[in-house]
């Protein structure tokens, strides 16, 4: 058996995060966890209370990390897995 999809290329969103493909194979490897979801827009969030403050509470925690563990090459660089995921949530 092969690594996880959420490893490998075909488990990742191009534009970042997880895709669906992704999110279910974690899931499947991490039972006793809650669940991965898709990332909510800024559109959605206007939906829902606990959407809004599941966006704002992932941007606030990535901004951080972005800040903290990553180089100022990495920070910089729109292609960047973190940058990517931020722009996927609407941060």
């Known amino acids: 058996m ?3 999809a959420w490893t ?3 488990g990742k969103n191009p534009e970042g995060g997880l895709n669906a493909r992704g999110r279910a194979a974690y899931n499947r490897a991490n039972p006793g966890k809650p669940g991965l ?3 909510v827009k800024r559109a959605e969030a206007k939906r829902s209370r606990k959407s809004a403050a599941r966006r704002r ?3 606030a925690r990535m901004r951080g990390m972005k ?3 990553t180089s100022a ?3 910089n660089d729109p292609n960047s897995r973190i940058n990517k995921s931020l722009r ?3 941060c």
Do not use: G, I, Q, V
């Open 88 to 90: 996927a949530w609407d």
């Open 73 to 75: 090459k990495t920070a």
């Open 57 to 59: 509470s992932f941007c």
């Open 37 to 39: 979801k898709p990332p």
């Open 8 to 10: 490998r290329k075909e």
């Open 2 to 4: 092969s690594t996880p």
């Open 67 to 69: 800040r903290k563990l």
